[in-house]
């Protein structure tokens, strides 16, 4: 039987964006639909310049502000 990786928390989506080795890359696409979205919510500017740590990181912090997420 096969581990289902969802009920194991601990995974690469814990680890800081700022000790990925891709984090300078471009955020993908489903990142910026995202943050999109929350950014729109939070009557904040969206910034589709970010890199994938930058945009993990501005994520983290409209999903406090919005409450999403939790």
Avoid at 1 to 20: G, L, Q
């Amino acid at each position: 039987m096969i581990d289902n990786p969802k009920s194991h928390p601990t995974s690469n989506a814990e680890k800081d964006p700022d000790d990925w080795t891709t984090g300078d890359e471009p955020m993908t696409g489903a990142q910026a639909s995202y943050l999109k979205t929350l950014s729109e919510e939070a009557h904040q500017p969206f910034d589709e310049n970010l890199s994938k740590a930058e945009a993990s990181k501005r994520i983290d912090a409209l999903q406090e502000e919005t409450g999403r997420g939790h």
